[in-house]
Protein backbone atom coordinates (compact mmCIF):
# COMPACT_ATOMS: atom_id res chain seq x y z
CA UNK A 1 0.00 0.00 0.00
CA UNK A 2 1.35 3.42 -0.84
CA UNK A 3 1.73 5.38 2.22
CA UNK A 4 0.49 9.55 1.44
CA UNK A 5 -0.71 12.36 2.77
CA UNK A 6 -3.88 12.86 4.15
CA UNK A 7 -3.51 16.30 6.06
CA UNK A 8 -1.88 19.14 6.61
CA UNK A 9 -2.11 21.37 9.95
CA UNK A 10 -0.52 24.47 11.33
CA UNK A 11 -0.74 25.90 14.56
CA UNK A 12 0.07 29.87 14.00
CA UNK A 13 -0.24 30.45 17.84
CA UNK A 14 1.32 27.74 20.23
CA UNK A 15 -1.32 26.00 22.12
CA UNK A 16 -3.57 27.89 21.10
CA UNK A 17 -5.31 26.64 17.62
CA UNK A 18 -4.93 24.64 15.24
CA UNK A 19 -6.05 25.19 10.84
CA UNK A 20 -5.88 22.68 8.19
CA UNK A 21 -4.27 23.66 4.78
CA UNK A 22 -4.83 21.94 1.24
CA UNK A 23 -0.87 22.37 0.45
CA UNK A 24 2.17 24.10 2.05
CA UNK A 25 5.10 25.55 0.45
CA UNK A 26 8.04 24.65 2.85
CA UNK A 27 11.91 26.08 2.75
CA UNK A 28 14.82 24.12 3.89
CA UNK A 29 15.95 24.35 7.00
CA UNK A 30 12.72 26.11 8.11
CA UNK A 31 9.29 24.96 10.10
CA UNK A 32 6.17 25.50 8.21
CA UNK A 33 5.16 28.50 7.15
CA UNK A 34 3.33 30.64 10.45
CA UNK A 35 3.64 27.29 12.43
CA UNK A 36 4.21 28.28 16.27
CA UNK A 37 4.67 31.78 14.98
CA UNK A 38 3.70 33.17 18.02
CA UNK A 39 3.49 32.19 21.53
CA UNK A 40 1.60 32.81 24.95
CA UNK A 41 4.42 34.33 27.47
CA UNK A 42 3.08 33.80 31.26
CA UNK A 43 3.61 36.14 33.71
CA UNK A 44 6.67 34.40 34.71
CA UNK A 45 8.37 34.28 31.43
CA UNK A 46 11.58 35.75 30.36
CA UNK A 47 10.85 35.02 26.82
CA UNK A 48 10.75 37.74 24.49
CA UNK A 49 11.25 36.17 20.86
CA UNK A 50 14.87 36.97 19.84
CA UNK A 51 15.43 33.55 20.46
CA UNK A 52 14.03 30.41 20.78
CA UNK A 53 12.47 29.29 24.06
CA UNK A 54 11.37 25.62 25.63
CA UNK A 55 7.93 25.37 26.13
CA UNK A 56 7.79 26.22 30.18
CA UNK A 57 7.96 29.67 29.14
CA UNK A 58 4.45 29.60 27.65
CA UNK A 59 0.93 28.74 28.64
CA UNK A 60 -0.35 25.15 26.78
CA UNK A 61 -2.47 23.21 26.84
CA UNK A 62 -0.22 20.36 29.07
CA UNK A 63 -1.31 23.03 31.54
CA UNK A 64 -4.26 24.58 30.35
CA UNK A 65 -6.41 21.70 28.90
CA UNK A 66 -8.80 24.36 28.13
CA UNK A 67 -6.95 25.73 25.29
CA UNK A 68 -6.79 22.66 22.77
CA UNK A 69 -10.79 23.44 21.79
CA UNK A 70 -9.50 26.79 20.18
CA UNK A 71 -9.61 26.47 16.17
CA UNK A 72 -8.09 28.85 14.22
CA UNK A 73 -7.63 30.83 10.52
CA UNK A 74 -4.36 32.73 9.57
CA UNK A 75 -5.56 35.27 6.54
CA UNK A 76 -2.31 35.44 5.22
CA UNK A 77 -2.95 38.40 3.06
CA UNK A 78 -3.87 40.49 5.99
CA UNK A 79 -1.97 38.77 8.66
CA UNK A 80 -5.24 39.24 10.78
CA UNK A 81 -6.33 35.92 13.13
CA UNK A 82 -9.44 34.66 13.61
CA UNK A 83 -9.67 32.27 16.73
CA UNK A 84 -13.23 30.31 17.74
CA UNK A 85 -13.77 28.50 20.84
CA UNK A 86 -16.48 26.59 21.90
CA UNK A 87 -16.76 28.90 25.25
CA UNK A 88 -16.17 32.50 23.86
CA UNK A 89 -17.33 34.58 20.64
CA UNK A 90 -14.67 34.38 17.93
CA UNK A 91 -12.14 36.48 17.83
CA UNK A 92 -10.34 38.13 14.74
CA UNK A 93 -7.50 40.41 15.28
CA UNK A 94 -3.41 41.30 14.33
CA UNK A 95 -0.83 39.34 16.50
CA UNK A 96 1.48 42.36 15.75
CA UNK A 97 -0.62 45.10 16.40
CA UNK A 98 -3.69 44.29 18.55
CA UNK A 99 -2.46 41.64 20.64
CA UNK A 100 -3.84 42.86 23.92
CA UNK A 101 -7.38 42.19 22.14
CA UNK A 102 -5.82 38.59 22.26
CA UNK A 103 -4.71 38.79 25.89
CA UNK A 104 -8.31 40.23 27.01
CA UNK A 105 -10.06 37.29 25.09
CA UNK A 106 -7.88 34.50 26.16
CA UNK A 107 -7.73 35.28 29.90
CA UNK A 108 -11.41 34.06 30.28
CA UNK A 109 -10.58 30.52 29.09
CA UNK A 110 -7.44 30.09 31.79
CA UNK A 111 -8.31 29.52 35.61
CA UNK A 112 -7.33 32.38 38.44
CA UNK A 113 -4.77 29.82 39.85
CA UNK A 114 -3.10 29.38 36.59
CA UNK A 115 -0.19 31.09 35.67
CA UNK A 116 -1.75 34.07 33.28
CA UNK A 117 -1.23 34.72 29.61
CA UNK A 118 1.21 37.98 30.09
CA UNK A 119 1.83 38.81 25.93
CA UNK A 120 1.91 37.46 23.08
CA UNK A 121 5.52 36.33 21.66
CA UNK A 122 6.58 36.56 18.23
CA UNK A 123 9.88 34.50 17.16
CA UNK A 124 12.22 36.22 15.40
CA UNK A 125 14.90 34.05 15.24
CA UNK A 126 13.14 30.45 14.79
CA UNK A 127 9.42 29.03 14.89
CA UNK A 128 8.24 28.11 18.89
CA UNK A 129 8.23 24.36 17.92
CA UNK A 130 8.71 21.64 21.14
CA UNK A 131 12.41 20.98 19.55
CA UNK A 132 15.39 23.30 19.35
CA UNK A 133 15.51 22.71 15.40
CA UNK A 134 12.90 24.01 13.28
CA UNK A 135 10.46 20.81 12.68
CA UNK A 136 7.91 19.51 11.02
CA UNK A 137 5.84 16.86 12.98
CA UNK A 138 5.30 13.59 10.84
CA UNK A 139 2.03 11.60 12.27
CA UNK A 140 1.43 8.60 11.17
CA UNK A 141 -2.59 7.24 11.06
CA UNK A 142 -2.28 3.79 11.91
CA UNK A 143 -0.25 4.74 15.08
CA UNK A 144 -3.18 6.92 16.22
CA UNK A 145 -5.56 3.65 15.86
CA UNK A 146 -3.44 1.46 17.51
CA UNK A 147 -3.78 3.92 20.64
CA UNK A 148 -7.15 4.01 19.74
CA UNK A 149 -7.50 0.33 20.74
CA UNK A 150 -4.93 0.51 23.41
CA UNK A 151 -7.66 3.35 24.96
CA UNK A 152 -10.85 1.54 23.79
CA UNK A 153 -12.35 4.03 22.67
CA UNK A 154 -12.89 6.70 19.45
CA UNK A 155 -9.66 9.61 19.99
CA UNK A 156 -9.44 12.74 17.51
CA UNK A 157 -5.91 12.68 16.32
CA UNK A 158 -6.06 16.49 16.47
CA UNK A 159 -5.09 16.11 20.42
CA UNK A 160 -1.57 15.23 18.76
CA UNK A 161 -1.47 18.47 16.81
CA UNK A 162 1.00 17.31 14.42
CA UNK A 163 2.03 19.22 10.86
CA UNK A 164 1.27 16.30 8.37
CA UNK A 165 -0.46 13.46 8.74
CA UNK A 166 0.39 9.87 6.83
CA UNK A 167 -2.16 6.98 6.21
CA UNK A 168 -0.75 3.49 4.54
CA UNK A 169 2.27 2.87 6.90
CA UNK A 170 2.52 0.27 9.66
CA UNK A 171 1.61 0.98 13.29
CA UNK A 172 4.66 2.75 14.79
CA UNK A 173 6.80 2.32 11.33
CA UNK A 174 7.82 6.00 11.59
CA UNK A 175 9.79 5.24 14.44
CA UNK A 176 12.28 2.81 11.80
CA UNK A 177 12.89 7.03 10.28
CA UNK A 178 15.06 8.03 12.86
CA UNK A 179 18.13 9.70 11.14
CA UNK A 180 16.31 8.80 7.76
CA UNK A 181 15.75 10.79 4.79
CA UNK A 182 12.20 10.45 3.86
CA UNK A 183 10.21 11.87 -0.04
CA UNK A 184 6.67 13.49 0.53
CA UNK A 185 6.12 14.81 -2.62
CA UNK A 186 8.74 16.93 -4.06
CA UNK A 187 9.87 17.58 -0.74
CA UNK A 188 12.83 15.70 1.45
CA UNK A 189 12.84 16.09 4.90
CA UNK A 190 15.46 14.20 7.51
CA UNK A 191 13.71 12.61 10.78
CA UNK A 192 15.75 13.87 13.24
CA UNK A 193 13.94 12.33 16.86
CA UNK A 194 10.75 10.88 18.17
CA UNK A 195 7.88 13.58 19.77
CA UNK A 196 8.15 12.94 23.32
CA UNK A 197 4.34 13.65 24.74
CA UNK A 198 2.70 14.96 27.90
CA UNK A 199 -0.45 15.28 29.32
CA UNK A 200 -1.99 18.07 26.39
CA UNK A 201 -2.90 14.77 24.38
CA UNK A 202 -5.31 14.08 26.99
CA UNK A 203 -7.54 16.75 26.04
CA UNK A 204 -10.64 16.55 23.79
CA UNK A 205 -10.11 19.14 20.51
CA UNK A 206 -13.68 19.57 20.43
CA UNK A 207 -14.58 20.21 24.35
CA UNK A 208 -11.18 21.27 25.88
CA UNK A 209 -11.75 18.34 28.42
CA UNK A 210 -9.50 15.66 29.56
CA UNK A 211 -11.26 12.86 28.67
CA UNK A 212 -8.14 10.01 27.93
CA UNK A 213 -5.00 8.57 29.52
CA UNK A 214 -3.10 8.91 26.57
CA UNK A 215 0.15 8.11 28.63
CA UNK A 216 -0.28 5.31 30.24
CA UNK A 217 -1.62 3.56 27.16
CA UNK A 218 2.00 4.86 25.12
CA UNK A 219 3.90 3.60 27.99
CA UNK A 220 2.18 0.15 27.34
CA UNK A 221 4.61 0.04 24.42
CA UNK A 222 7.86 0.93 26.41
CA UNK A 223 7.95 4.55 25.82
CA UNK A 224 5.63 7.67 25.57
CA UNK A 225 6.14 9.37 22.52
CA UNK A 226 3.69 9.80 19.22
CA UNK A 227 4.86 10.97 15.84
CA UNK A 228 8.53 12.15 14.63
CA UNK A 229 10.13 15.52 14.07
CA UNK A 230 11.73 15.99 11.06
CA UNK A 231 14.29 18.90 9.09
CA UNK A 232 13.24 20.35 5.88
CA UNK A 233 16.34 19.81 4.08
CA UNK A 234 14.71 20.42 0.45
CA UNK A 235 12.13 23.19 -0.55
CA UNK A 236 8.94 22.64 -2.46
CA UNK A 237 5.52 21.89 -2.14
CA UNK A 238 3.67 19.83 0.37
CA UNK A 239 -0.01 18.88 -0.73
CA UNK A 240 -2.67 16.51 0.10
CA UNK A 241 -2.64 13.16 -1.72
CA UNK A 242 1.02 13.50 -1.81
CA UNK A 243 3.13 10.01 -1.84
CA UNK A 244 5.63 9.20 1.22
CA UNK A 245 8.73 7.22 0.66
CA UNK A 246 11.97 6.60 2.06
CA UNK A 247 14.47 8.14 -0.38
Not at 33 to 40: C, G, K, S
Not at 107 to 136: I, M, N, Y
Not at 169 to 182: Q, T, V
Not at 206 to 234: K, N, Y
Request: net charge negative; hydrophobic share 40%.
Amino acid sequence: MTATVTEIWRHPIKSHGRESLASVMVQAGDALPFDRMWAVAHDRSTADGSQWASCGHFCRVAKLPNLMAIRARLDETSGRITLSHPDADDLTFDPDTESADFIAWVKHLVPAEALQPARLVKAQAQAFTDSDFPSVTLCNHASHRAVEQRVGKPLSHLRWRGNIWIDGLAPWEEFDWDDREIRIGEVIVRVRERTDRCKSTHSNPETGLRDADILTALESWGHQDFSVRAEVIRSGEIKTGDEVARV
